[in-house]
C-alpha cells in the first residue's frame, strides 16, 4: 500500500493504565530506537491512517479521517502528544521525532505536524510532562492555524471534520463560508499535468464561461433550498 513521506522516530510511548489496586498508577510503556533493532518509524497512509511501525511490528494504527473530534494532537519541540477519547475511553501516546541533532529532529516534528494539519488541527504547546511521567493538564495551547487558500483571505477558514452537507460545500465553494476541508476532501485522484490539461482545453471552448456562470447559478440554488 503506497504511503506519504515517513519519519524516523527516537522514541514512542504508550499511557498504560493500571487495573485493579494500582488502577490510579498509570504508567509509560516505551519504544526507544536502538542500533540493534529495527527503526521505529511513522508514517501516515494515503487511505488516512497513522502509524508506528518497528520492522514488521505494528505499533500504533490511528484512523485520521473524521477523527477530529476524538483525537487531540500537541506539538512541543520535537514531540507530538495525541490523546485519543473513543466512547469515554482514552488513549495518549507519545512520538519524539529523530534527526542528526536537536534542529534536525524538531524540522521532522513539524513536517508530521504539517501532514497531520489535512486532517484535524495540530496545536504547540509551551511544555509537555517528561517521558517517564504520565501527562496530566496540557499548558496553555496555542492554535497553529491551518494554511489558508490564498493570501487574499480575510477570514480565517472554519476546520471541519467528517462529511459535509451538499450546503456547505456549496456555501464553500462560493467564498461565503470558508472552510478547511478534511483530507477526505482534498485529496484528488487526477495527476497536476492531467488537471493543467483540462483547465486549457475549458478555456478554449467558447462556451465555457457561460457554464462557469450556470454551476454558480445552481450553486446558488442549492443554498436556498
Known amino acids: 500500500m503506497a504511503t506519504s513521506v515517513t519519519w524516523r522516530l527516537k522514541r514512542y510511548g504508550r499511557l498504560i493504565p493500571g487495573s485493579g489496586e494500582t488502577a490510579k498508577r498509570e504508567s509509560w510503556k516505551i519504544f526507544e530506537a536502538k542500533k540493534n533493532e529495527p527503526e521505529i518509524i511513522g508514517t501516515i497512509l494515503d487511505s488516512g491512517y497513522l502509524m508506528v511501525l518497528q520492522g514488521q511490528e505494528c505499533l500504533e494504527t490511528i484512523p485520521l479521517i473524521g477523527a477530529g473530534d476524538v483525537l487531540k494532537v500537541h506539538q512541543k519541540s520535537d514531540n507530538l502528544l ?16 529523530d534527526g542528526s541533532n536537536k534542529a534536525q529532529a524538531i524540522k521532522e516534528c513539524s513536517s508530521a505536524a504539517e501532514s497531520l494539519r489535512e486532517y484535524l ?16 493538564e496540557v499548558p496553555a495551547l496555542v492554535t497553529q492555524p491551518c494554511p489558508q487558500q490564498g493570501e487574499a483571505a480575510k477570514a480565517e477558514p472554519e476546520v471541519v471534520q467528517g462529511s459535509l452537507s451538499i450546503k456547505r460545500l456549496a456555501q464553500n465553494l462560493l467564498g461565503e463560508k470558508p472552510l478547511m476541508l478534511p483530507g477526505l476532501y482534498r485529496h484528488g485522484s487526477s495527476e497536476p499535468g492531467d488537471l493543467d490539461a483540462f483547465v486549457r482545453i475549458c478555456l478554449l471552448d467558447p462556451s465555457f464561461p457561460a457554464l462557469v456562470e450556470q454551476v454558480e447559478g445552481e450553486l446558488r440554488k442549492i443554498l436556498e433550498e
Open 121 to 136: 488541527p495540530v496545536n504547540t504547546v509551551d511544555a509537555l510532562p517528561p517521558n517517564n511521567q504520565p501527562p496530566t
Open 82 to 97: 495525541l490523546r485519543n477519547t473513543v466512547k469515554g475511553s482514552g488513549r495518549v501516546i507519545r512520538m519524539q521525532f
